[in-house]
């Protein structure tokens, strides 16, 4: 069903139509693709757009279980988006991290960061860089502001 070559798939136990359900309804350009029922009528394999990313979700069993091994980034551009993201990823029993990460509800790992993180961590100049740094090293949700006065501190 994917149209495109590479296509994340996380196993879930029994939650997989309820996982990309809920990623479908946080992200704008989302949807359901296919659901394909299993032997007890529920779920087996979901095929979800997050984007326009493609992934499958699957209710594999309690064999397997997500980590902080693999996590999904979303790139922002906005405080605004990476307070939306953090508040709708965290809701109903997910989980903070650090620098930017966190666990949602169903145990996947997600990465919010803000596009300027990139740019400012790579500044040419190794103190403007490394202040960044320090500064992201101390927030679970990245904050653009304190990030954006580390980096023009002189």
């Given at each position: 069903m994917a149209s495109q070559k590479i296509t994340p798939f996380l196993w879930f136990d029994t939650q997989a139509e309820p996982a990309a359900r809920f990623y479908t309804s946080i992200f704008k350009n989302s949807k359901i693709l296919?659901?394909?029922?299993?032997?007890?009528?529920?779920?087996?394999?979901?095929?979800?757009?997050v984007e326009g990313q493609e992934l499958i979700?699957?209710?594999?069993?309690?064999?397997?279980?997500?980590n902080e091994a693999f996590s999904l980034v979303v790139n922002c551009h906005t405080q605004e988006e990476v307070d939306h993201y953090w508040t709708k990823l965290i809701a109903d029993g997910g989980t903070e991290s650090m620098c930017g990460w966190l666990k949602d509800?169903?145990?996947?790992?997600?990465q919010i960061v803000p596009v300027q993180l990139g740019r400012f961590l790579s500044d040419k100049d190794p103190q403007r860089a490394g202040r960044v740094m320090q500064a992201m090293l101390q927030m679970?949700?990245?904050?653009?502001a304190t990030l954006e006065r580390a980096h023009q501190k002189s």
């Open positions: 296919n659901v394909t029922p299993g032997p007890n009528g529920s779920a087996m394999v979901v095929n979800f757009q979700a699957l209710n594999g069993g309690p064999t397997h279980r997500l509800k169903f145990g996947l790992s997600w679970k949700k990245i904050d653009i």
